[in-house]
């Protein structure tokens, strides 16, 4: 399907963007939310009340059930929300809420992200009175819309035989991206959507990331002959996504990417994108 924002960046809320896209017009949505862990995003308080967080995000949900495909794919990058000593099983709440939906539950990858970071977050050290446990892993959970199939050309499969028997594991061994490389204070490396995209789409297919920050996976996307539709709220990761995905994309496609400015009410504005 064809429409004005195919292969754009669209800088708006979240629910503004999602709202200016037709139904069913996505076969893919990856993205990693805001862990509402206080992280400094420009547009955006990552420091929401809880059960404001999650109704937040349930509207999130909702709105990409409308845009995706029946048998398109959503999955949703999520690590351990930890504050204060308490743990919020936000991976869990997010399963709940997509299954309440009505979406079907794929499973969940661990990704384990071989962090030999020091740290010193183990509460009673060398002390069985409250000992914590310290993450080195997030989630990678996934659902599909209506079926568990995702109708295509299956010469339009590009995963390799050991590409699809690496995705098929529950423990994916990934290494972090660095937040001075990317200028995001929460980018995910390549290799994560590169592997959701070659398992879960066909070449030509669109991939959604309505929280795009740096653009990674509309990077991924363009070398793997893909679409992408990316919507975020800062105007600064807006262009740095469009620096990004337009440094990539002249050995796979013609025309840069465009930014594309929405007002609250979700139309296209008149004025240009942001330079």
């Known amino acids: 399907m064809s429409h004005p924002y195919l292969n754009k960046i669209i800088c708006a809320d979240v629910l503004d963007g999602l709202a200016a ?27 929401l009340e809880y059960a404001e967080y999650l109704a937040w995000m349930r509207k999130v949900w909702e709105a ?12 949703i990058n ?3 929300n930890k504050r204060q000593n308490i743990t919020f099983p936000t991976f869990s709440a997010f399963i709940n809420q997509c299954i309440e939906l009505g979406m079907l539950y ?5 990704w384990n992200k071989n962090s030999a970071a020091k740290h010193c977050a183990w509460g009673s050290w060398k002390s069985c009175s409250n000992p914590h446990i310290v993450p080195r892993h997030e989630y990678i959970i996934c659902f599909s819309k209506g079926q568990w199939k995702l109708e295509g050309d299956p010469s339009l499969c590009d995963v390799t035989d050991k590409e699809f028997m690496d995705c098929t594991r529950s423990v994916w061994m990934i290494g972090t991206e660095h937040r001075s490389k990317i200028g995001h204070p929460a980018p995910f490396p390549e290799e994560l959507p590169f592997r959701l995209i070659r398992f879960y789409s066909y070449r030509g297919n669109t991939v959604l990331d309505m929280f795009a920050g740096s653009g990674t996976v509309g990077v991924v996307a363009a070398k793997l002959d893909r679409n992408f539709i990316l919507i975020d709220s800062s105007p600064t990761y807006c262009r740095l996504a469009r620096k990004r995905i337009n440094a990539a994309m002249p050995m796979f496609r013609q025309a840069p990417t465009e930014v ?3 007002p609250a009410n979700g139309r296209q504005a008149p004025s240009s994108p942001p330079q």
């Open 78 to 80: 999520i690590g351990e």
């Open 106 to 110: 794929r499973g969940t990858v661990i």
């Open 64 to 75: 990409t059930l409308r845009v995706l495909v029946n048998g398109g794919r959503l999955c």
């Open 260 to 262: 594309v400015r929405l």
């Open 21 to 47: 896209l037709p139904d069913e017009s996505v076969h893919l949505a990856i993205t990693s939310p805001p862990y509402n862990l206080e992280k400094n995003y420009e547009h955006h308080d990552d420091n």
